[in-house]
């Protein structure tokens, strides 16, 4: 291998910028050239090829987004379109690819390995939805940012005796919506992986008015509600002045944490280091705090994350 292809995919997340910088630095001083592929698969397609060198990737550890862009190409699944890719890539002499992103970039990943492109994906999203790894990048600096949303709104519920919902990225993953739910001490929360209808909720927040509880904040993952409908719901059947609040796409932003960008940076390397060793198909996590390799496909059909139901018996104790 001597010339190695980077791209973002999917959704944005802080800290793809720490794993861009990590996987270059590491190419360029084990003598590999670098190419950075924007927007995703779809620059891949169109050809919009960058030579990347450190100053390229200097000052951008601290920063969020992702310096190459990122874009949803959903025609990737043709075979035409992946066929002209590949050639796009082998004309710049491109031999190996590390793909960042979640579940559909790392499809996208392991049709080009099976084509004949040696691929590694490294899992790049807020939700925390990939397979075979503990966190994705990017999942504790939404957190942070969530949590921070939270605080905020339990300060203006205590003040107005409100009931506030407040509806979390995700997918459909609750991870988010739990470790939030946690930490910003919600009362609360709606998830995908379990069933809890509203007419559930509602009992439940009876219940809690009449234990005196004159404020509540309630979680809950994107997808599953129209969040505006359900505090409708709520008000009407509560007489309690409810609001809900999307907090949308500042999730994504922002710059990433200590923790995300040591989680890219070791991502990023040890991409490279795999690829060097001749690895391909492969994709990164992190288990118990060491890194790990898995087979795409294996990893796609069988290492769905489970869900964290002693994390919801925590939550429901704190309640
Ligand atoms: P996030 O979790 O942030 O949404 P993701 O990688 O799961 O990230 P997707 O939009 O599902 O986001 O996938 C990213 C890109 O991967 C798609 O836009 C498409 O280009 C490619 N991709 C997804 N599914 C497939 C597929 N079945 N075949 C080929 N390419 C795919």
């Known amino acids: 291998i001597k010339i190695i292809g980077i791209l973002t995919s999917g959704g944005d997340a802080p800290g793809m910028n720490a794993a861009i910088r990590a996987v270059t630095h590491t190419a360029l001083n084990k003598g590999l050239n670098v190419i950075g592929i924007q927007d995703g698969f779809l620059g891949l397609f169109k050809n919009r090829m960058i030579q990347l060198q450190k100053s390229n990737v200097s000052n951008i550890i601290n920063r969020g987004g992702t310096l190459l862009g990122s874009a949803r190409f959903p ?35 392991k049709y080009l390995t099976n084509m004949g492109l040696p691929c590694i994906g490294i899992p790049g999203t807020i939700d925390n939805d990939v397979a075979g790894t503990d966190y994705s990048i990017g999942y504790f600096t939404a957190l942070e940012t969530i949590v921070e949303a939270i605080d905020r709104l339990q ?100 710059t990433p944490v200590v923790y995300d960008r040591i989680l890219a940076s070791r991502m990023g390397s040890y991409a490279v280091k795999l690829l060097l060793e001749g690895y391909q198909g492969r994709c990164v996590g992190i288990i118990n705090e060491v890194l790990v390799h898995h087979d795409i496909n294996n990893a796609l059909k069988y290492m769905k994350k489970p869900f964290k139901s002693d994390w919801l018996v925590t939550a429901k104790n704190l309640y």
């Open 155 to 254: 300060d203006t519920s205590a003040s107005h005796k409100r009931i506030s919902i407040v509806e979390i990225m995700g997918r459909y993953c609750g991870d988010l919506t739990l470790a939030a739910s946690i930490a910003g001490g919600c009362e609360f929360i709606i998830l995908p992986e379990i069933t809890y209808t509203k007419e559930n909720l509602l009992i439940d927040i009876k219940k809690s008015i009449k234990n005196g509880k004159n404020h509540a904040v309630i979680a809950i993952t994107e997808h599953l509600y129209d969040v505006k409908k359900l505090a409708r719901y709520i008000q009407e059947k509560t007489k309690r002045e409810t609001r809900a609040t999307t907090l949308g796409y500042i999730q994504r932003g922002g």
């Open 75 to 109: 025609e990737f699944s043709q075979k035409d379109i992946r066929l002209t890719s590949i050639k796009n890539l082998y004309q710049r002499k491109i031999d190996a690819l590390i793909i960042i992103g979640g579940d559909g970039s790392y499809i996208g990943a």
